[in-house]
């Protein structure tokens, strides 16, 4: 039985190895990457079945937003004595061919979009859920459960990581047979070529007085995020490069994981915050040069498959690209575009 704070962990693990499947991963005010408003798919796409038998990308979500509803309503049922809201409840838990049956009816005629608010709401509804759990009805059966299997922690299980587990898989499964024909190599580039054309469009009226001026992000100047945003396109060219002669670099750093970004990037700013703002500027237009040339040079079947590259762990080429290029430059361009609103 793991702990409460495990199972949260594990929860979050494999929720965030799903959605890098759905949608595109951006950089919040804090600087971590979370799940965008943007999808990989295109909606046509999500709509097709074939991804797990007969069924859609969109039936998978509906599953997915709909066993998590179950388990909150058989667990307020089970422990509070509550009314049971849904006729998937007045099955056994067992029935699971039913069940599905029961909750993709529910949701057939609802819209993609309602499908997608209901996946990130239900999972908030979720994660709640589970943090006001007592840890004693996790790691031991409460008297509510006595007779029921499976138990509350093999119920939770079930329907979040587990699952998210099953729906990842398939959805990988189906892109590799060409289902995501939605994004592509061109799309890739594309994405690249427009996101640096209008950060670059924001920096045109920037003197370079205003380039030096602390503040963009805490102290940080426009300088030092241009820095930032040239030590990841390197950072990205050495790991494909290192993958390339059959090494696996230890990303992003040495010594680090992703959970130290913080410190990761205040060592960033550290180490280029003293360079003159000319070297800065050729750097930022030379790297950019460097790491575009690499993408148009990638073959497009080493860029989506998972597992092409060992240090990319469970996500593709695909992810790093646009994380270290487009959607970095996006997030740059916000920075920048709301410093310079609130110094007028």
Request: net charge neutral; aromatic share 10%; charged share 30%.
């Amino acid at each position: 039985m793991m702990t409460k704070d495990e199972l949260l962990e594990q929860i979050d693990i494999d929720r965030r190895q799903l959605e890098r499947y759905l949608f595109y991963f951006e950089k919040n005010a804090d600087g971590e990457f979370v799940p965008g408003t943007r999808n990989k798919l295109r909606r046509e796409k999500m709509l097709q079945p074939g991804v797990a038998g007969k069924l859609s990308v969109k039936d998978v979500l509906d599953l997915i937003s709909g066993w998590e509803s179950h388990f909150i309503e058989w667990y307020r049922q089970a422990k509070f004595g509550e009314q049971p809201s849904s006729f998937s409840l007045q099955l056994a838990w067992e029935d699971r061919e039913q069940i599905n049956k029961a909750i993709l009816a529910a949701k057939r005629t609802s819209s993609l979009d309602d499908s997608l608010i209901n996946f990130r709401s239900s999972f908030q509804q979720m994660r709640a859920t589970i943090k006001t759990l007592p840890e004693e009805e996790l790691t031991s059966t409460p008297d509510f459960a006595r007779d029921i299997r499976p138990g509350v922690q093999e119920r939770i299980d079930e329907v979040t990581w587990r699952q998210y587990r099953w729906a990842k898989e398939h959805i990988r499964t189906w892109s590799r047979k060409g289902g995501r024909k939605g994004m592509d190599k061109a799309g890739i580039l594309n994405r690249i070529q427009t996101e640096r054309r209008r950060l670059e469009k924001n920096l045109e009226n920037i003197s370079d007085q205003e380039m030096v001026e602390p503040g963009v992000i805490d102290m940080w100047t426009i300088k030092d995020l241009l820095a930032h945003l040239v030590d990841w396109e390197q950072r990205f060219l050495g790991w494909y490069q290192a993958g390339l002669r059959g090494e696996i670099p230890q990303t992003p750093a040495p010594g680090m994981t992703w959970k130290d970004m913080d410190k990761l990037n205040q060592m960033i700013y550290e180490e280029h915050k003293d360079q003159p703002l000319s070297a800065v500027k050729l750097e930022f237009q030379a790297s950019y040069q460097q790491v575009l040339q690499m993408v148009e040079a990638i073959p497009e079947e080493d860029i989506f498959p998972v597992g092409r590259y060992a240090w990319t762990g469970n996500s593709n080429l695909a992810i790093f690209i646009l994380a270290n290029t487009a959607n970095h430059y996006r997030w740059a361009k916000t920075q920048i575009r709301r410093w310079m609103s609130a110094r007028r």
